[in-house]
């Protein structure tokens, strides 16, 4: 049995099952990540911590299926590197993080308020999990495009040099100048698929997301 066995069935040990998120439960959401993740041929470590992502919650999405200061327990099971990337991802302030990060290669810790400067090794695992996880949310709620897709269009570009290139392509067939809103669409009286994608919401005063 897999790693990923293991923490599929820790996390529904913790209740996942049972917390309601778009698309349905955080646990189907965690899962749909690290398969996203593996699908773009990201590292073990990313594709790990991408199944735990929102175990000690997340600056958007605040409910905690473990203690950050009980960090022992993941590590143990998921090995420290994907813990560590599993707790940057958790306690990233991303009003402090986000719009700068590609620039300063600095995530503000809103648990401790310290700041980490990542280095690159660091840098793309938290990029990738970073934009696979909004992706799944607009995957599962199309119509948060209209609202925030040119948030994410801007901010993705700003971060694709940090980026893995496949998960840069990802956000271009999703994200790119020709999938537009359903909206948009509608104005111009073209037609509206019935299900369309784009990546989720930040931070700024939107609704939560793991």
């Known amino acids: 049995m897999g790693a990923d066995s293991d923490v599929r069935r820790w996390l529904r040990l913790r209740g ?7 698309g349905g439960t955080l646990y189907a959401h965690l899962c749909r990540v690290h398969d996203r993740l593996a699908e773009l041929e990201c590292g073990v470590d990313t594709q790990l911590a991408g199944l735990a992502h ?31 990337l599993v707790y940057l991802y958790g306690a990233c302030d991303r009003r402090r993080t986000w719009r700068e990060l590609a620039t300063t290669g600095e995530v503000v810790d809103r648990f401790t308020d310290q700041t980490w400067h990542l280095s690159p090794g660091q840098m793309r695992p938290f990029v990738d999990l970073s934009i696979v996880n909004e992706l799944d949310v607009i995957d599962q709620d199309p119509s948060t495009v209209d609202k925030h897709g040119a948030y994410f269009r801007s901010l993705f570009a700003a971060w694709a040099p940090i980026a893995s290139p496949q998960v840069t392509s990802e956000v271009q067939r999703l994200l ?25 919401q930040p931070r700024p005063a939107i609704q939560p997301h793991a």
Do not use: C, M
């Open 54 to 84: 929102a175990v000690y919650s997340t600056d958007g999405f605040d409910v905690t299926l473990l203690d950050w200061n009980d960090r022992a327990a993941l590590r143990n099971l998921i090995g420290d590197d994907a813990e560590a």
């Open 16 to 22: 996942a099952e049972t917390i309601q998120h778009p």
């Open 176 to 200: 790119g100048e020709g999938n537009q809103s359903t909206s948009a669409r509608a104005q111009k009286g073209q037609s509206v698929p019935a299900r369309q994608t784009a990546p989720g």
